[in-house]
């Protein structure tokens, strides 16, 4: 891993978010992610890619395609590949896969890569989207199966990272028990729709960051896609006092910041709010 320190010598980490418009075709948006990674020049200690960043699609054929076995398995070893060339550690949004004990049904499911390309752990998205938004509406627990636990995975003694997935964030108990955990990143691959990131994506992912004292890496899908359903971008990486580090608004592309340990340990010396806490 390429991280260096800052002037008091703590770890610095260089994360990145990548925001795509993903197609209806897995291979067309394995081939795009991996040319969008090839123009960059950047050194990236730990990548971020958005919710179905291999597939959005309502078409229950695709979804089937997707999730069948010999699918995903060369979707893990194309994502495998990819965080082995980049050196990095590598959250891979999420995709689908098929839930063995409920037949014909998935599960948003989010692998993650070590820089030697191993399949370290997954997250399967816990909270579902369903809602009447009057302007469109979504029912996902209709194909989507609820992960049943919350995960984390370490990157060296200093950095602790929780995963979610898009509607999660607004579930602040998530995050908190990461917290308790002691993550000091939480990561958001996400497809928020246009009225709901209008009104709530900015201020939700702001105020996990702060109330936790972490840092948001939030990467999102972007524009109009196959199935007729447009998202939001506005990828942003947060630090724990709630300033944006980067931001991609709209089109396709990477954005990355240095995040600082030193700064994030003075912060949490200076306002001790997690050691303040009066309920469990």
Request: some cysteine.
């Amino acid at each position: 891993m390429k991280s260096n320190s800052n002037k008091n010598n703590m770890p610095l980490l260089t994360a990145a978010c990548l925001q795509l418009n993903s197609s209806d075709n897995i291979e067309d948006n394995l081939e795009h992610i991996q040319s969008l990674l090839g123009s960059s020049t950047q050194q990236i200690d730990l990548l971020v890619l958005p919710e179905n960043a291999t597939m959005i699609t309502s078409d229950e054929t695709y979804k089937k395609h997707a999730a069948q076995p010999e699918t995903y398995h060369k979707t893990f070893a194309f994502f495998a590949q990819l965080a082995k060339q980049h050196q990095c550690w590598l959250i891979a949004g999420s995709m689908l896969i098929q839930d063995k004990e409920n037949k014909g049904k998935f599960f948003n499911h989010c692998p993650v890569f070590s820089p030697q390309g191993q399949l370290i752990l997954s997250y399967d998205k816990m909270h579902l989207f369903d809602v009447d938004l009057g302007s469109e509406s979504w029912h996902e627990s209709q194909s989507i199966s609820a992960g049943k636990a919350p995960r984390s995975f370490n990157i060296n003694s200093d950095w602790k990272v929780g995963l979610s997935i898009c509607y999660d964030l607004r579930f602040p108990e998530l995050y908190r028990q990461y917290s308790v955990q002691n993550c000091n990143i939480f990561s958001v691959p996400a497809a928020f729709t246009v009225p709901t990131g209008k009104a709530h994506w900015d201020i939700l992912l702001k105020a996990r960051a702060i109330e936790n004292q972490a840092y948001v890496l939030a990467a999102g899908q972007v524009g109009s896609h196959a199935d007729g359903r447009k998202t939001f971008g506005h990828s942003k990486i947060i630090n724990p006092w709630g300033e944006t580090l980067a931001e991609l608004q709209e089109g396709e592309g990477i954005i990355s910041a240095k995040l600082d340990l030193g700064e994030l340990n003075d912060l949490k010396k200076r306002m001790p709010v997690l050691q303040h806490r009066r309920l469990s």
